[in-house]
T-cell receptor, first 117, second 114 residues
Framework: GAVVSQHPSWVICKSGTSVKIECRSLDFQATTMFWYRQFPKKSLMLMATSNEGSKATYEQGVEKDKFLINHASLTLSTLTVTSAHPEDSSFYIC?????????????FGPGTRLTVL | AQKITQTQPGMFVQEKEAVTLDCTYDTSDPSYGLFWYKQPSSGEMIFLIYQGSYDQQNATEGRYSLNFQKARKSANLVISASQLGDSAMYFCAMRREGQGNLIFGKGTKLSVKP
């Protein structure tokens, strides 16, 4: 299957700092990427849809000013958690939509574990 | 509203035996896609199998098969010949046609016993 990378795989930061997470599709172009958040032992919750060259679409309840998304190219989307607080600690997973495949499948990155102290 | 239900929070299976993970869904859309993903303890989401709502045959991928019963709105995952490496969380997901994002169930934790 297609490969999606995320960087960093884990990060620990102090409260009040900003953290940037990168999501890259390595062997296909992704006009659409998605950002999910997963709490321990819970399912994935969609945060926002990232479209190349346009503003991201945020799900209800997700603060767009806190979770900044930039989809600057067909292979890269970034999520910046601004002024992070301990409640932002979570597992963040991106996915990229491969429209060129047979089944229009989403491939996920390995995730980023954020811990805010 | 679209919804995915996985009623089995945890399942045990003996190595080399088959196991079925349940998934039911709720949608009024005529066209949709159903997915199964595996999430090991490392956290990555691994795509396993896809079933389109108009597909006539049940999807199969190696040891994975999807028992798709459209009238009952169920899309159970069958894993044959379980292996120890199959121990993981398994998520059923649905995508509305024309939209990209997935709606996930709560997941089933599968434990394979030697």
């Amino acid at each position: 299957g297609a490969v999606v990378s995320q960087h960093p795989s884990w990060v620990i930061c102090k409260s009040g700092t900003s953290v940037k997470i990168e999501c890259r599709s390595l062997d296909f172009q992704a006009t659409t990427m998605f950002w999910y958040r997963q709490f321990p032992k819970k399912s994935l919750m969609l945060m926002a849809t990232s479209n190349e060259g346009s503003k991201a679409t945020y799900e209800q309840g997700v603060e767009k000013d806190k979770f900044l998304i930039n989809h600057a190219s067909l292979t890269l989307s970034t999520l910046t958690v601004t002024s992070a607080h301990p409640e932002d600690s979570s597992f963040y997973i991106c996915s990229a939509r491969d429209l060129q495949g047979v089944t229009d499948t989403q491939y996920f990155g390995p995730g980023t574990r954020l811990t805010v102290l | 509203a679209q919804k995915i239900t996985q009623t089995q929070p945890g399942m045990f299976v003996q190595e080399k035996e088959a196991v079925t993970l349940d998934c039911t869904y709720d949608t009024s859309d005529p066209s949709y896609g159903l997915f199964w993903y595996k999430q090991p303890s490392s956290g990555e989401m691994i795509f396993l199998i896809y079933q389109g709502s108009y597909d006539q045959q049940n999807a199969t991928e190696g040891r994975y098969s999807l028992n798709f019963q459209k009238a009952r709105k169920s899309a159970n995952l069958v894993i044959s010949a379980s292996q120890l490496g199959d121990s993981a969380m398994y998520f059923c997901a649905m995508r509305r046609e024309g939209q990209g994002n997935l709606i996930f169930g709560k997941g089933t934790k599968l434990s394979v016993k030697p």
